[in-house]
């Protein structure tokens, strides 16, 4: 096999993480409560840029142990979650797939988180490869070498998962049997007063840019529950426009100006349809008192 260095997979940077309902202790719980035998696997569902993913990349950072994202869609092989051989120079060796890899890893260091990145656009069959990590048997069968991979005894691997609601669209449905094996947290845009604190963790401190983005991003949530809009404002996203207006206004460009691209660039051009586009141009310009070329 290609060997597989476990340091390689420590996270060496990791953006702030806020808390928003107890998540990180969820993790912590279900880390510690894993073992070579028992595996209790979370699945965190929730829209777009409200830091699924970074929840579980904030914990293996905190813990100081490797982190191993799987980004799945629906090109996603056997190759992929299992292994194939491959040629290196005049030898030929097997590479391990995330799932065996994962397992290794969590071997080597004492300790893992495996991500599994959107896992419902891994189509049906491929997921059915990963029922066998997820329930009593807690291994990974690779036929091509005939062997299989188990957790050593003293090691843990916390096996994670993120999915976006059917909203969405663009993905599969959970196989039933897949879904049966996870412990579900359900993930939604977070407060005001936690988005006020997400932003100022990444060093936003304008106050008045803060409740106005806030409140945008309120706005599209609603218009998102209304079937005004395909897609609303997550927090992500509102520190991309703080960041860019900030970015912008030091590189000398005129404060009204740096509003103007940072919204134009970071929001309205995340919607697609014009319909969607001039909604959203309209609350911009109510709320910022900016225009924003649709």
């Known amino acids: 096999m290609l060997p597989i260095e476990w340091e390689h997979f420590v996270p060496r940077h990791v953006p702030p993480y806020v808390e928003v309902d107890g998540e990180l202790e969820l993790v912590e719980a279900h880390f510690e409560m894993c073992d070579h035998e028992h595996v209790y696997p979370l699945l965190f569902e929730g829209p777009p840029g409200v830091g699924k993913t970074l929840c579980f990349a904030a914990f293996a950072a905190r813990k100081k142990i490797p982190i191993?994202?799987?980004?799945?869609?629906?090109?996603?092989?056997?190759?992929?979650?299992?292994?194939?051989?491959?040629?290196?120079?005049?030898?030929?060796?097997?590479?391990?797939?995330?799932?065996?890899?994962?397992?290794?890893?969590?071997?080597?260091a004492g300790g893992a988180v495996l991500v599994l990145e959107e896992i419902s656009a891994c189509p049906p069959r491929m997921q059915k490869l990963i029922n066998q990590l997820l329930d009593w048997r807690f291994q990974v069968y690779v036929d091509e070498i005939g062997r299989v991979f188990r957790l050593r005894k003293g090691a843990k691997l916390l096996v994670g998962a993120t999915t976006n609601p059917a909203i969405w669209g663009g993905t599969w449905e959970l196989n039933p049997d897949l879904r049966a094996r996870f412990y579900v947290k359900r993930f939604d845009y977070p407060p005001a007063d936690k988005e006020k604190e997400i932003l100022e963790r990444y060093g936003v401190h304008n106050s008045e840019l803060v409740d106005r983005l806030i409140t945008l991003a309120t706005e599209t949530r609603a218009a998102l529950r209304d079937g005004q809009l395909s897609t609303?404002?997550?927090?992500?996203?509102?520190?991309?426009?703080?960041?860019?207006?900030?970015?912008?206004?030091?590189?000398?460009?005129?404060e009204r100006k740096a509003l103007s691209t940072a919204l134009r660039v970071a929001v309205l051009g995340k919607y697609e349809e014009d319909v969607e586009r001039r909604f959203v141009a309209r609350r911009i310009e109510s709320i910022f008192g900016v225009r924003v070329p649709c």
């Open 68 to 108: 191993i994202q799987a980004d799945l869609s629906e090109d996603v092989r056997r190759a992929n979650l299992i292994g194939k051989f491959v040629v290196v120079g005049n030898e030929v060796y097997f590479s391990l797939g995330v799932l065996p890899a994962a397992i290794e890893v969590a071997n080597q």
């Open 232 to 254: 609303a404002l997550s927090p992500r996203d509102l520190v991309q426009v703080a960041l860019a207006y900030t970015n912008y206004v030091h590189r000398g460009m005129d």
